[in-house]
């Protein structure tokens, strides 16, 4: 339906994937605020109802500034399909849904963002889906949780907030050793960074809420796949249970994808200069960034990854008042757990992101009590390291 060619690079895709001009000729992408459509006649009707004919009926199933973005976003990923949804919680909810039945097993990563946790383990556990985790990174532990029963192995490459990677390509082919779909969440690098599905993934999940708006403006979520899991299954659950995105953040969104790739570029850039500020300083114990030397997975982000990102976290000597005390003394930095805008963020995730966890499960992943993470936007890097700087020392 959309006009574009598969040849283009991604930048290209970004700024033109996925729009179909109205008769009115307009140049940018129109934004669809109608709840329903007309039909020509009641035959025409009963045919879009049937199915025996394609376009709009109502725009929980539909819109076309929403199917705009989730062209152009399936085209970025190299997926088959891409359905939108309302945040990027309800992208995981979705794919649950549409994909699993109660007795089925998901493997997870230790290491994911804190609600996915609270979703598996509260709400999708007492309807019989069960969920075990593993080191993101270990794969001898993903081999031995894989039981007949699972169907799903789950991840987040880099993790937040230690930004450990996952080698996608191993694991994809674990997964589909045992038969099971191995779904990543790309949300911290982006389609611009890294495409899973290249990779072996089988789906893809965004929080578009994040870089993908890249400017703090909206909720949002998509997940990219095949036709078969993504088209039917997922869509399946989403049209009919009504997670769905509005137009106007799907515009948003479709914006934000024009200008996505040089946004994750100038990211990571000051990330990589702010992560070697850290590292050198005396009063930081350690600094988690892919994009350094020290990362014991540099190798391999380098070879997955073709930017570093622009989230880092660092553990201050000096537990949680340090880190709290760090952060109260910031006059530019946003306080804010939200990250991948242009504002640089800073968070301490012990007492926010992940506090809904018990102490034991923080332990698990990591999360120390003087670790701060840091979303670096795009300010001049001198004036982010002074504001950080003045907390340090
Ligand atoms: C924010 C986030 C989500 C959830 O997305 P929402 O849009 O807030 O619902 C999921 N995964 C990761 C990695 C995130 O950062």
Redesign the pocket.
Known sequence: MSDFDETWALQTLAVRAGQVRTAEGEHAEPIFTTSSYVFGSAAEAAARFKGDIPGNIYSRFTNPTVRTFEQRLAALEGGECCVATA????A?LSTCMGLLKSGDHIVSSNA??G??VVLFNKYLTPFGVNISYVPLSDLQAWEEAITPETRMLFL?TPS?PLTTIADIRRLAELAHAHDCLLVV?N??CTPALQQPLKLGADIV?H????YIDGQGRC???AVVGRQEEVGEGVYGFLRTAGPTMSPFNAWVFLKGLETLSLRMKAHSDNALALARFLEAHANVERVYYPGLASHPQHELAGRQQSGFGGVLSFELKGGKDAAWKLIDQTRLLSITAN?GDCKTTITHPATTTHGRLTDEERAEAGIADGLIRISVGLENIEDIIADIERGLN
């Open positions: 945040s990027g919680m309800s995981i994911i963002f609600s996915t987040e937040n969440d949300v911290f999940i929080s578009a809420t994040k909720v949002g979520g990250l």
